[in-house]
């Protein structure tokens, strides 16, 4: 039996995004809006020799990607930047989430911070996180790459 925490922000969120569907009825100013936070979904798998994360961050780009480590805790942060508005168009209804974003995780063991490894490549961020003996005692910065 997989056992998968809960993010009660996450079933928050789906429970406004289906009430604010309803019916699609108009907001109370009929103008639409793009959130400012949002999270990307992530997947984390474990093999014999490393814990390999995959995060889905479509239309941020590898520049706005933050990834650091301290220790056993993984923070994914970073942006969407927001597209300008088009003065000759009228948006009806606004899904695609544009902002700020932040994931953090716990690793179940110890892993080579230095030997971690981040690739962006259409939308999808792969980390690969070598297992180790020891703690890392200081935060790593890793850097993406395409």
Not at 39 to 50: C, F, G, K, Q, W
Request: net charge negative; hydrophobic share 35%.
């Amino acid at each position: 039996m997989t056992l998968i925490r809960w993010d009660p922000l996450r079933d928050l969120l789906n429970i406004q995004e289906r009430v604010s569907r309803f019916g699609d009825l108009p907001a109370e100013d009929s103008q639409p809006k793009r959130r400012t936070c949002w999270l990307p979904a992530v997947d984390i798998l474990e093999t014999n020799d490393a814990y390999i994360i995959r995060a889905e961050l479509p239309g941020v780009g590898r520049h706005n990607i933050n990834i650091e480590i301290l220790g056993r805790r993984l923070v994914i942060s970073g942006s969407r930047v927001e597209q300008t508005e088009m003065d000759y168009a009228a948006y009806h209804t606004i899904e695609r989430v544009e902002g700020y974003f932040e994931r953090s995780f716990n690793i179940p063991g110890a892993i080579d911070a230095e030997q971690a490894k981040a690739r962006y490549v259409d939308g999808i961020l792969d980390l690969y996180l070598p297992k180790s003996q020891e703690e890392p005692d200081r935060c790593v910065r890793i850097e993406c790459t395409e």
